[in-house]
Nanobody
Framework: QVQLVESGGGLVQAGASLRLSCAAS????????TGWFRQAPGKEREFVAA????????HYADSVKGRFTISRDNAKNMVYLQMNSLKPEDTAVYYC????????????????WGQGTQVTVSS
């Protein structure tokens, strides 16, 4: 069983940066691949970024490639999402996720979800 708690969301202007954090607890976290997903009002939850259990491989949605960076620190049981050059279309609730699939891109393959953190980007 893994528990995930996100933090770091907020209201920012377009062009700004934010760093989301995901604190994990529970046995075996370092064995799980992890990712970030987001859900905007009226839309389905979508993949944003993923990193393998070792941190050695990352994957990004085309919409965030070059602007967002995912990383993890297994010693601290933490996963991060650095978001730069934010756009109004990045506004959504961001969810941390863990699972065994590589890459962790499909919501149906996620084993554990966090509760989400709101990111709002104003124009």
């Amino acid at each position: 069983q893994v528990q995930l708690v996100e933090s770091g969301g907020g209201l920012v202007q377009a062009g700004a940066s934010l760093r989301l954090s995901c604190a994990a607890s529970g046995r075996g976290f370092s064995s799980y691949n992890t990712g970030w997903f987001r859900q905007a009002p009226g839309k389905e939850r979508e993949f944003v970024a993923a990193v393998t259990w070792s941190g050695g491989s990352t994957h990004y949605a085309d919409s965030v490639k070059g602007r967002f960076t995912i990383s993890r620190d297994n010693a601290k049981n933490m996963v991060y999402l650095q978001m730069n050059s934010l756009k109004p279309e990045d506004t959504a609730v961001y969810y941390c996720a863990a699972g065994f699939t590589v890459p962790l891109r499909a919501t149906t393959r996620v084993g554990y979800w966090g509760q989400g953190t709101q990111v709002t980007v104003s124009s």
